[in-house]
């Protein structure tokens, strides 16, 4: 039954990090297995087997999201979007009690300043919110693209450009708060390597190993740069939780707080129906029991 609730763990992270405004790294904290990941991503090479069998369910549970559910889940965003974030909403909201406890613990010390460091990131993460709302719609200009591979590989220095953006992406989904996806649009990456990411699924669910190898080299630097970029970071963020644990949930509850903000940011209200908001809010309080369902460390 622990290894079954690791899966489900790690298949909604895994689904979290494709879409956008959607952080898997707090989804990671709401269901309380955030510090056990970084810990046994940082111990891989002292502690092998004992990171291994750690990581291993949350591993193949991401994974499974990826490839299984990426594009049920590109479709349920697109098709359903209010309803599809609100559900994820509630999920991010389910994990707000343990960050109290650890960001503003009874009888603890500097509670006013974090507060005000929670406000401050808060507002924060929204200001660069609206500044990339404007980015991503001057980036993406109604552009449609008729093959993902072919545009990523088309630049002369692309494999060393993927491999950074790789490693960008690592670290969008080891700092809490922060949505990959989002970033990536910024960048102008985002649909292409979806694109070519869901390419490479359906070539392999259908058997085309030509289509899988051109695609799958495409995506090859992007990867590596995410390989390595997850340890990279993740040792950071370790070392932060180490020796300013209480300030760093501080800053995470505004990054928490912020989500409505930045996951709801190209929601078109008034084309909204009330059918659509009461969905959306049933899958929302949905949500937020599953976060608490899985949450803790069992």
């Known amino acids: 039954m622990k290894y079954i ?3 489900l763990k790690g298949l909604i992270i895994g689904v979290a990090n494709i879409l956008p405004g959607i952080s898997g790294g707090v989804l990671a904290i709401s269901m309380g297995v955030y510090d056990k990941i970084i810990h046994a991503v940082n111990r891989l090479f002292r502690e092998p087997v004992k990171s291994f069998r750690t990581l291993l369910p949350y591993g193949i549970g991401a994974l ?4 299984f559910l990426s594009l049920a889940f590109e ?4 098709t359903y979007p ?4 609100m559900a994820f909403l509630g999920m991010i909201g389910g994990g707000l009690p343990s960050l109290f406890q650890k960001g503003f613990p009874k009888g ?4 006013k300043v974090g507060l005000i460091a929670a406000c401050l990131t808060c507002l924060a993460v929204i200001l660069l919110s609206l500044g990339a709302e404007r980015m991503i719609a001057g980036r993406q200009g109604g552009r449609e693209l008729a093959s993902g591979a072919v545009w990523l590989s088309s630049g002369t220095y692309w494999v060393p450009v993927l491999f950074l953006i790789g490693l960008i992406g ?3 989904m080891v700092i809490p708060g922060i949505s990959g996806s989002m970033i990536m649009m910024m960048l102008g990456y985002y649909e292409p390597i979806l694109q070519t990411n869901n390419a490479c699924i359906r070539a392999l669910s259908s058997l085309d190993f030509n289509s899988l190898f051109i695609n799958g080299m495409v995506m090859v630097p992007y990867y590596a740069g995410l390989a390595a970029g997850v340890f990279l970071f993740a040792r950071a963020v370790e070392g932060l939780l180490s020796h300013h644990e209480q300030r ?4 995470i509850t505004g990054l928490v707080f912020s989500s409505p903000f930045v996951v709801l940011w190209d929601v ?10 009461l969905a959306g809010i049933s899958l929302g309080l949905l949500g937020y029991v599953c976060a608490v369902g899985l949450g803790g460390e069992g």
């Open 268 to 277: 078109t209200w008034n084309s909204v129906r009330i059918h659509q908001i």
């Open 108 to 111: 603890g010390e500097g509670r």
């Open 170 to 172: 690592a670290g969008t």
């Open 82 to 85: 209010l309803q599809t974030k």
């Open 5 to 7: 609730n690791e899966l």
């Open 248 to 251: 760093m949930y501080q800053v």
């Open 75 to 78: 479709y349920l965003f697109f």
């Open 64 to 67: 499974a999201g990826i490839v």
